[in-house]
């Protein structure tokens, strides 16, 4: 299958979802997830007319993206790993989006940042909905205070972000992530992964990052 055929079938699959859902198809964005992947399936990823990626990891996206970023200038980049603080600056100047804000240390680098003069990307915060402790992210008691602190550094927060454990059901992650963002009035909510976006996208995922599905196993 190429991947006109995989953007087709995956298109159709939010659609039926959405719909499902009673919702608008085009208020669910898939994100396309481009870690690792060859450059080849990125070009024709490109050539398909994608827009929206993911990566995770700064530095291997400057290799890939920093050129194509002037090639493609509609191009979104979204950042959907976890983020040193000593990368913010690299960060801001490549991505379009933050989707793993999740602790005061990096608020805290972003903030500087701003002041500086930087324009920062959009942001969301990353929730450890499993509490996880090999994973990144806040964990939900925790979520109300660091929210409170970027509003102290007028950060503005757009939404809120999380994986869920992958031996549980991932239903009960997206409900609890859907329904802390409504608490906060955080109309962004990314969820959901090649295995269970439409899952994600009946507790009203605005963004699903797509990968294996997408581009095929690396």
């Known amino acids: 299958m190429d991947i006109d055929q995989r ?13 499902k859902a009673r919702r608008r198809e085009q208020d669910v964005n898939l994100v396309a997830v481009s870690k690792l992947q060859p450059d080849e399936r990125i070009e024709a990823a490109l050539q398909s007319g994608l827009r929206l990626f993911g990566e ?6 400057q290799s890939r993206w920093a050129h194509r970023k002037n ?3 509609n191009v979104t980049l979204h ?10 600056a690299e960060a801001i100047a490549l ?5 793993t804000v999740d602790r005061p240390k990096l608020v805290e680098a972003l903030a500087k940042l701003a002041k500086m003069g930087y324009n920062l990307p959009k942001l969301l915060v990353q929730v450890n909905t499993g509490e ?38 991932p239903a009960l992650h997206f409900a609890l992530l859907a329904k802390l963002a409504m608490r906060q009035s955080l109309p962004i909510l990314s969820m959901g992964m090649s295995g269970d976006f439409e899952t994600a996208i009946q507790f009203g995922a605005t963004h699903v990052r797509v990968g294996s599905a997408l581009f095929g196993e690396r």
């Not at 995770?56 to 996206?61: C, D, S």
């Open 7 to 19: 953007i087709a079938e995956i298109t159709t699959r939010i659609k039926s979802a959405a719909i």
């Open 56 to 61: 995770n990891r700064v530095q291997e996206a």
């Open 71 to 73: 090639i493609y200038p």
């Open 79 to 88: 950042l959907i790993g976890p983020l040193q603080t000593n990368k913010v």
């Open 95 to 99: 991505f379009d989006v933050i989707e």
């Open 132 to 169: 996880e402790a090999q994973k990144a992210g806040v964990a939900p008691r925790h979520l109300p205070a660091l929210l409170e602190l970027c509003a102290d550094h007028r950060l503005k927060i757009e939404g809120l972000m999380c994986i869920p454990p992958a031996n549980e059901e």
